[in-house]
């Protein structure tokens, strides 16, 4: 299971519209569910996004600082994580960021980019990047 743990609610139909269609997508491949944790303080956040990570699950924490990789090398750390840990949660914090305690329970910190965007669309980006992931991996073609 991949369980996408993200503070904040979407707002935009847009935004709204386009993670229903690309977790529509992601589901042909993969088990996946949406988590929203109410808008606080970091640390409320934290306390909330930790008291919903299940044992065992690779934690990986979205972060400026994290590592990052093209969609080929994600698509293939996706891969060899699904291979070996049975779920999967990417932790998207509020806007002032993750708590310490949220980090410390993090196996990888990954970043998309140096900027920072809204969340709801950030949460789509990581959608696509998940579903295109899969595309890759499936040797299926997707735009470029």
């Known amino acids: 299971m991949i369980r996408i743990i993200a503070v ?6 847009y935004l709204t519209e386009m993670i ?28 909330n996004i930790i008291s919903k ?15 990052q990789f093209n969609s080929l090398e994600f698509a293939s750390f996706m891969d060899n994580t ?23 329970v993090a196996n990888k910190q990954i970043s998309f980019s140096k900027m920072t965007f809204p969340h709801g669309l950030f949460r789509a980006i990581l959608l696509e990047q998940i579903y295109r992931s899969f595309k890759i991996k499936n040797n299926e073609r997707y735009h470029k």
Do not use: Q, T
Request: charged share 30%; proline share 1%; no cysteine.
């Open 8 to 13: 904040g609610k979407i707002k935009e139909n």
């Open 20 to 47: 229903v269609d690309y977790l529509k997508r992601i589901n042909k491949y993969h088990k996946i569910e949406i988590i929203e944790i109410i808008d606080n303080n970091p640390i409320l956040e934290g306390e």
């Open 53 to 67: 990570i299940k044992n065992k699950a690779y934690n990986i924490v979205l972060a400026i600082d994290g590592d």
């Open 82 to 104: 699904l291979m070996n840990k049975a779920n999967i949660n990417f932790i998207i914090g509020g806007s002032e960021g993750l708590s310490e305690e949220v980090l410390k």
